[in-house]
């Protein structure tokens, strides 16, 4: 449908509809106005369409709610949002977003959590030693202060970024994380936490307000628990889930 009104349809369909209105009544005065039928025809389904949008918005929260085992948070992040005059307009815009403690509590807790960082589950522990041995030395490796006693649960990862096609000409940017042990197919190996259009990117900003959510994934996973603030350095609310859980253990302690 917004394809259908974007791309002129909706002003032509509109235009013949007003053609005839104009020949069969005074809807709109007299004589009757063409062109103002044929504006407020518009305007009125664009009303239609956004009132649409809204409601499937909410009845796509819903169905998340009572469907999906992992529930999506929201960050603001610096977007450019179009006006409904056609203008692009820069603005802080909630965006949805996983948070990777909540997949991995979710893994843990179903089994399979050993099964994300190695290709042979009962082997997790041993390739993450192995890969932490290959980074000794190198420049990165001593800002983590990891001691060798924490090398088997210390899941080393890494973040991907890339412009995927959407539809037609359209893309959007999707961030994702994997783990450094483990090879395979990306729909069984990586973790896409959050995506934007790239029509909505500002450019210096957006990019970097998501290297900034990164950082403080990172922070957090390092700890092995559940964060204890939330990404603006916030104390979550009391009485929600996010406040009961802060400081537990999300993996078991990895």
């Given at each position: 449908?917004?394809?259908?009104?974007?791309?002129?349809?909706?002003?032509?369909?509109?235009?013949?509809?007003?053609?005839?209105?104009?020949?069969?009544?005074?809807?709109?005065?007299?004589?009757?106005?063409?062109?103002?039928?044929?504006?407020?025809?518009?305007?009125?389904?664009?009303?239609?369409?956004?009132?649409?949008?809204?409601?499937?918005?909410?009845?796509s929260l819903r169905w998340c709610k009572v469907v999906c085992f992992i529930q999506p948070s929201s960050v603001e992040i610096p977007l450019l949002v179009t006006t409904s005059d056609g203008d692009g307009l820069e603005m802080m815009k909630d965006t949805a977003i996983i948070w990777p403690w909540d997949f991995f509590a979710y893994l843990w807790k179903n089994g399979k959590f050993l099964q994300w960082i190695a290709d042979d589950p009962n082997q997790a522990a041993d390739?993450?030693?192995?890969?932490?041995?290959?980074?000794?030395?190198?420049?990165?490796?001593?800002?983590?202060?990891?001691?060798?006693?924490?090398?088997?649960?210390?899941?080393?990862?890494?973040?991907?970024?890339?412009?995927?096609?959407?539809?037609?000409?359209?893309?959007?940017?999707?961030?994702?994380?994997?783990?450094?042990?483990?090879?395979?197919?990306?729909?069984?190996?990586?973790?896409?936490?959050?995506?934007?259009?790239?029509?909505?990117?500002?450019?210096?900003?957006?990019?970097?307000?998501?290297?900034?959510?990164?950082?403080?994934?990172?922070?957090?996973?390092?700890?092995?628990?559940?964060?204890?603030?939330?990404?603006?350095?916030?104390?979550?609310?009391?009485?929600?889930?996010?406040?009961?859980?802060?400081?537990?253990?999300?993996?078991?302690?990895?």
């Amino acid at each position: 449908m917004t394809r259908w009104l974007r791309g002129g349809h909706a002003e032509r369909s509109f235009s013949r509809l007003a053609n005839w209105l104009s020949k069969t009544s005074d809807l709109f005065g007299s004589p009757c106005s063409t062109n103002r039928i044929s504006i407020v025809s518009t305007d009125f389904m664009m009303q239609v369409f956004n009132r649409i949008k809204h409601i499937w918005t909410l009845h796509s929260l819903r169905w998340c709610k009572v469907v999906c085992f992992i529930q999506p948070s929201s960050v603001e992040i610096p977007l450019l949002v179009t006006t409904s005059d056609g203008d692009g307009l820069e603005m802080m815009k909630d965006t949805a977003i996983i948070w990777p403690w909540d997949f991995f509590a979710y893994l843990w807790k179903n089994g399979k959590f050993l099964q994300w960082i190695a290709d042979d589950p009962n082997q997790a522990a041993d390739r993450n030693i192995e890969c932490w041995n290959h980074c000794e030395g190198l420049e990165f490796f001593d800002q983590l202060q990891l001691s060798p006693d924490q090398y088997g649960s210390c899941v080393p990862v890494f973040f991907h970024t890339d412009g995927v096609k959407i539809y037609k000409n359209q893309k959007a940017w999707v961030y994702s994380m994997s783990s450094a042990c483990r090879k395979g197919p990306s729909m069984s190996t990586k973790m896409v936490f959050i995506l934007v259009r790239d029509a909505m990117v500002v450019k210096s900003k957006t990019h970097d307000a998501i290297g900034r959510l990164a950082g403080y994934i990172m922070d957090t996973l390092m700890t092995g628990r559940f964060p204890t603030r939330d990404s603006e350095g916030n104390p979550f609310p009391p009485g929600t889930q996010s406040a009961e859980r802060a400081g537990q253990y999300f993996a078991g302690g990895y």
